[in-house]
């Protein structure tokens, strides 16, 4: 049993906001009353961004997920839509997130192991083969080399007939948050803002429904961010991508309404639900305030909420499945488009189809059974959640001013200095977790005396790696040498004019030229990112 | 007179990017009193072979949470061995499954701090081996 300290002990969120034993109107009224919350659908959409939400369609469930080659991963995608998933997310091998081709000795070790490997456009042609793009949108997990990968995605899809001036779908392409946690950058932080502003324009052109930004609030928490933070630095971070984009002189209206959001779930119920509520308005006012937008579809804080990987724990791992129906139901009384939940087996391995489906299950249940699509925004007007909504929005609000205090996010991320912060709170938390002043169940409460894997792992076959170096082997001796030349040389020359470098990606790809390739001609102008190490 | 401070060297192999928990690691064995160099990540077996010999450590540790922790220590014993560094004590954490220890130990990575591991645990195992 969990020691339960005495009723009158006070209570703190990881916010950092003191809770009260009961809250009525009053307390509503003293942290900033209902002037914040309006209708659904309308601004500042505290309530949620359509007014009929998932009466009109669910949110969209979208598994992370990809291994070994494309073909492989090609058959999870057809097993996954096969059991009602309604959106992709492909997951990447690090290899092809930071810019190496498979045969590249970085990749030793690393090929299609953490996810599909990606070296040329054919690989895209398998992974999609025989998916519908218009029924079904692909979300792309990939930050630092996200700007080939979007090329790839537009001329893959065109290839398969698409009109890419319809064509729906969202690439990760946060390199900010990369640099805070996660990992995945190459160039400088300076040239990997530029990228970002090149997809931005690009797609507000040429792809005007393809999300090229989903601002990741999520790995920042993962990596020891309140949440409060999360959303602070997430919005720090989609504003800097906002100014780099205005510098070209497109109006806000162009571009705001594709960008999107992807956000953590785990912890304390209500935080998380005012947590979203009170970023919404505050997105709103942001945008509407601050940027002068006037489409409201550029005021929208759309999302993927995400069960995430730390709240999991290693420890009775089928207490994870518990955790992530919790996660799902957070993130349907948060009003999320899109759902996604860590499943219970990745503290180990990839998820095996078994569990990839108990987590698609999860979401199904609350869709079907559970009410939780008939009405929007079911927790508003509880005078707890909207006195925690409005005080995590006064959180947010001063944890973004600090952040520009400081010198802004750009200048903490390069000098190292958000890294320090978020890391210096990860390690507190874990000093917490390990005292038990912070409980756990199964790690510090309620522990058991258990064998480790009781998951069945995902195999990982050295041979698929020889495989797709094969396969890669074999397209360089059968394309055009001349034509993938010309095309390399016209990324480096676009890229050292300043240019913007998307048209010459996209030719580029088309050529069959590689990942790797491509990446090698940036780093020649842009050069790799150094670490800064501060602790 | 104070003995010399253990020397520790905390690196990320390979291309993993999760650097939460060596991170954490990093601050605790500073808080124990140790001294600790940090790699940072995308570390190759030579660049942790060169980094541990050119700093003095006592102490090699490696954080791995992407699965290729096998292939990599492979690599990195014979580079330890090569430079006179076979003695040294090897730390390995992060996602290793229970499956992988019995080659890590063969391979010299004698202490294993599996996700979940409690930083005291890897303190003392440090100050019992290191001295």
């Keep these: 049993m969990s020691e339960r300290k005495a009723a009158s002990r006070r209570v703190v969120n990881e916010s950092g906001i003191e809770i009260k034993t009961a809250y009525g109107a009053a307390d509503v009224e003293a942290s900033g009353g209902f002037s914040h919350i309006g209708e659904p659908g309308q ?24 291994f070994g080659n494309a073909a492989d991963t090609n058959q999870r995608f057809k097993f996954l839509i096969a059991n009602g998933q309604t959106g992709l997310n492909v997951a990447f091998d690090l290899p092809t997130q930071i810019g190496f081709d498979s045969d590249s000795p970085m990749a030793e070790g690393e090929v299609g192991r953490v996810g599909m490997a990606v070296d040329t456009l054919r690989d895209f042609e398998v992974a999609f083969d025989g998916i519908d793009l218009e029924q079904i949108t692909v979300s792309l997990t990939v930050n630092g080399s996200a700007a080939i990968l979007i090329a790839m995605y537009l001329v893959m899809a065109e290839k398969r007939g698409y009109d890419v001036a319809k064509l729906r779908g969202t690439a990760q392409n946060d390199i900010l948050k990369e640099f805070i946690g996660r990992g995945t950058w190459i160039f400088p932080v300076e040239p990997s803002m530029k990228l970002v502003g090149d997809t931005i324009e690009y797609c507000a052109q040429h792809a005007p429904k393809y999300s090229p930004v989903s601002v990741c609030g999520y790995h920042i928490r993962e990596s020891g961010a309140n949440p409060a933070q999360e959303m602070a630095y997430a919005f720090c971070i989609a504003k800097a991508y906002a100014d780099e984009t205005l510098k070209r002189g497109l109006h806000i209206d162009e571009f705001a309404g594709r960008l999107s959001f992807n956000f953590n779930i785990f912890g304390n119920i209500f935080e998380q639900v005012a947590k979203f509520r009170a970023a919404r308005g505050l997105w709103a006012k942001i945008m509407k305030e601050e940027y002068g937008a006037q489409d409201p579809g550029s005021m929208w804080m759309r999302m993927i909420a995400a069960g995430g ?26 009003g999320t488009q ?22 698609l299950r999860t979401m199904q249940l609350l869709i079907e059974e559970m009410g939780l699509t008939e009405t929007v925004d079911p927790l508003g007007g509880s005078w707890y959640v909207e006195t925690l909504t409005n005080q995590m929005r006064d959180k947010m609000v001063e944890t973004m001013a600090d952040i520009d205090r400081r010198g802004g996010i750009v200048s903490l991320v390069a000098q190292g200095l958000a890294q320090a912060a978020v890391s210096a709170q990860a390690y507190q938390m874990q000093k917490r977790i390990e005292s038990g002043d912070f409980p756990k169940v199964g790690v510090n409460c309620y522990r058991e005396e258990e064998e480790e894997a009781k998951v069945e792992f995902h195999p990982y076959d050295e041979d698929d790696a020889k495989a797709q170096v094969a396969a890669l082997d074999a397209i360089r001796a059968e394309r055009d040498g001349r034509k993938v030349q010309a095309a390399l040389d016209r990324v480096e020359a676009d890229a050292r004019a300043g240019a913007n470098v998307m048209p010459a990606l996209i030719e580029a790809v088309r050529t069959y030229a590689s990942v790797g390739e491509i990446t090698d001609r940036l780093v020649t102008v842009y050069g790799r990112y150094r670490e800064p190490v501060v602790f | 007179m104070s003995e010399r401070r253990i ?14 928990g060596a991170k954490i690691v990093v601050r605790g064995l500073i808080d124990a009193g140790f001294e600790v160099i940090y790699t940072g990540l ?14 003095g450590v006592d102490v090699i540790g490696l954080s791995s949470m992407a699965g290729s922790h096998l292939p990599f220590c492979r690599k990195l014993r014979p580079l330890l061995d090569e430079r006179g560094l076979g003695d040294k004590v090897c730390l390995i954490g992060g996602n290793i499954p229970a499956t992988d220890h019995a080659e890590l130990r063969a391979l010299g990575f004698t202490g294993i701090f599996p996700t979940s591991s409690k930083i005291a645990a890897i303190v003392d195992f440090i100050k019992e081996h290191a001295q």
């Design chain 1, 43 to 66: 601004y500042p959409f505290t309530r949620g961004i359509h007014a009929e939400m998932y009466r009109k369609r669910p949110w969209t469930m979208r598994q992370y997920a990809g």
């Design chain 1, 309 to 334: 990987g730390g709240g999991l724990t290693k420890e009775q791992p089928e207490n994870n499945i518990v955790r992530g129906a919790y996660y799902a139901l957070i993130s349907a009384l948060s």
């Design chain 1, 338 to 359: 899109t759902m996604a939940l860590c499943s219970y087996d990745e503290a180990y391995t990839i998820p095996t189809e078994h569990s990839a489906r108990i987590s």
């Design chain 2, 7 to 20: 020397r520790v060297l905390l690196a990320k192999p390979g291309l993993d990017g999760h650097d939460q």
């Design chain 2, 42 to 55: 995308r570390q190759t077996p030579i660049a942790v072979a060169n980094a541990a010999l050119e700093e």
